[in-house]
């Protein structure tokens, strides 16, 4: 049987902690407890190694080639290897939570800034949008016009 | 405990040699239901004894409305992986384990409103 699913649960899997102390980290599953809960650790991303329910974490796509309950040496050695930051950083997630905490950062000034940046591109975007739906439409009535004529064309006159 | 069943001798807090190692816990108990007294056998995955322990009550309650006044433990010992009886233990004796999650609910962001606009995905492949 074809799985639709490309995200498991399992030994090496790195997950985004989206709840309690250590939110927004990212750590890797070494054990399974049971179908609720893993063992995680993240060395270099001050996780400590604990037990966390599945609830709070989601799944990532990426997987190291770590063994079942990996002590912390050749996690970090793995980590090391694959470049872990690097490739978290590129997650939509990682991504996400940046520009959040980027935006929570700004002063009034920023967000200000930001409101007119904002309003700027949208009027620039429903322009485009305007004319490309001006286009299509004239376009359209242009067509509309030569099939009439055409097809008045062909019918012969009758008296 | 009830206070009419028994007294309190001595109080020690159990503390785990490997606190993040995950151990498979068998534990021994006679419990009273409400027809009789029952000895029976239990296996929990956890990391700690306290932790098995914890399991152990709330499934006892759940499964056999067996509240702690009547559960007696007789005894809980960490167990080898080819030792275990329980398909519930052993399923997860797998180096190799991989399943997926199935249904997600989102717990933070956008969904945190009452009223949403947007349905949240709950399949996440």
């Known amino acids: 049987m074809i799985s639709k699913f490309s995200l498991f649960v399992q030994i090496g899997r790195v997950v985004m902690i989206n709840q309690g102390q250590f939110i927004n980290k990212t750590a890797v599953i070494l054990d399974v407890l049971d179908q609720n809960r893993v063992l995680v650790h993240g060395p270099t991303t001050g996780v400590d190694r604990h037990v966390i329910n599945l609830k709070w974490v989601s799944l990532t796509k990426i997987v190291l080639p770590v063994q079942r309950g990996a002590r912390s040496a050749s996690l970090n050695a793995a980590i090391k290897k694959v470049e872990l930051e690097k490739k978290v950083a590129e997650l939509p997630a990682s991504k996400l939570i940046a520009a959040r905490a980027a935006k929570s950062a700004l002063c009034d000034f920023g967000r200000f800034k930001l409101r007119v940046q904002k309003s700027k591109l949208n009027k620039k975007v429903t322009g485009l949008v305007r004319q490309k739906v001006n286009e299509a439409n004239r376009a359209a009535h242009k067509k509309a016009v030569a099939q009439k004529a055409k097809h008045t064309k062909k019918v012969p006159k009758t008296k | ?125």
């Open chain 2, 1 to 125: 405990m009830k206070r009419a069943t028994g007294e309190i001798l001595n109080v020690t807090e159990l503390f785990e040699h490997k606190p993040t190692k995950v151990k498979n816990f068998g534990v021994f108990l006679r419990y009273n239901s409400r027809s009789g007294t029952h000895n029976i056998y239990k296996e929990y995955r956890d990391v700690t004894r306290v932790g098995a322990i914890a399991q152990m009550y709330d499934e006892m309650a759940s499964r056999h409305s067996a509240r702690e006044k009547s559960i007696h433990i007789i005894d809980i010992k960490e167990i080898p992986a080819k030792l275990c009886r329980r398909a519930n233990t052993t399923q997860f004796h797998d180096s190799q384990i991989k399943f997926p999650l199935t249904h997600r609910i989102p717990r933070n962001g956008l969904y945190k409103s009452v009223f949403s606009a947007k349905r949240p995905h709950t399949f996440m492949c």
